[in-house]
């Protein structure tokens, strides 16, 4: 199996299927849990250092932080709805909790953080949604936590890829800090498959190929970019949809296209 590729598990006690940290990951910035709740279980965390972006992925759930109360956050059956996700940001140092009003598939996105930033909902409007690409390049982006909302290194989006099309497309990259130019991101891909039996593909690859693997994902693997190109392949019959958690040194998506592929943009 690829190094890339991290599979769910059974739910833990606390409902987490999975888990990675900058540690398990070989890097420094990204942190993902991914956490499934059933009707009146309660999910919580702290973290000192770093700030926290819940999002509910699908369900409806009550979340605490610090002093504030968010009822009925959420409320989608299927990240393939065309609705907004539910979120919260959390900041460092403050304790919250999740509590599911039914089955809640909940995103605990994380990275290093800075006091005196405060707790806040975010809101359906926030989430500016997008259309990019044409024909069989066409997907659906929504904005969760872009980088002109308040955050110190966080940021957040979602993707539906249709069946039979191509998304992070052409190829693109962001693992090298250069003003103006690009900037340096890792990244982690939640994806889920509709219907879920059903798979994709996303190759992670660099120039020089010292990293180059192509990735067969299931519904429910996460895949690693730690640098390089990422592009994802939905096959037909199968709806792909994916969660991006992104941080790095600059809080900026910045990216730069694979020259060799660069040329179908300027048609």
Same mark, same amino acid.
């Given at each position: ?11 833990d006690?606390?409902? &987490? ?35 926290t972006?819940?999002? $509910? ?11 504030? /109360? ?5 409320? @989608? ?8 996700p ?12 999740? +509590? ?18 405060a707790?806040?909902? $975010? +809101?359906?409007s ?8 044409q ?6 982006? &929504? ?30 990259? /962001? ?5 103006e130019?690009? +900037? ?7 994806? &889920? ?13 660099t120039d ?18 730690? @640098? ?9 019959g ?5 969660? *991006? ?11 730069? *296209? ?10």
């Amino acid at each position: 199996m690829s190094r890339l590729r991290v599979r769910p598990t059974p739910p833990d006690a606390e409902g &987490r299927v999975t888990v990675i940290t900058p540690q398990s990951a070989g890097w420094t910035y990204v942190g993902f849990t991914l956490v499934r709740l059933v009707a009146g279980q309660t999910y919580r965390g702290q973290d000192e250092t770093r700030e926290t972006c819940l999002v $509910i992925v699908s369900g409806t759930a009550d979340i605490e932080a610090g002093t504030e /109360h968010f009822a009925a956050v959420g409320g @989608r059956r299927s990240p393939f709805e065309d609705a907004p996700p539910g979120a919260v940001f959390v900041p460092p140092a403050t304790a919250f909790g999740v +509590t599911a009003q039914d089955a809640v598939e909940l995103a605990v996105c994380t990275a290093p953080g800075q006091a005196g930033d405060a707790v806040r909902q $975010i +809101t359906a409007s926030e989430m500016s949604r997008e259309v990019r690409g044409q024909g069989t390049n066409t997907r659906y982006v &929504r904005n969760i936590l872009p980088q002109d909302r308040p955050a110190h290194s966080l940021l957040v989006v979602e993707v539906v890829t249709p069946a039979g099309h191509w998304s992070s497309y052409p190829p693109h990259k /962001h693992d090298s800090a250069e003003p103006e130019l690009e +900037t340096q991101l890792e990244e982690t891909y939640y994806h &889920r498959i509709d219907p879920p039996q059903g798979f994709g593909f996303q190759r992670v690859y660099t120039d020089d190929r010292s990293l180059d693997e192509a990735v067969l994902v299931e519904d429910g693997d996460v895949v690693l970019v730690p @640098r390089g190109y990422h592009p994802v392949g939905a096959p037909h019959g199968y709806s792909l949809y994916y969660l *991006n958690v992104m941080a790095g040194p600059e809080r900026r998506w910045i990216f730069r *296209n694979d020259p060799q592929h660069e040329w179908m943009l300027k048609g």
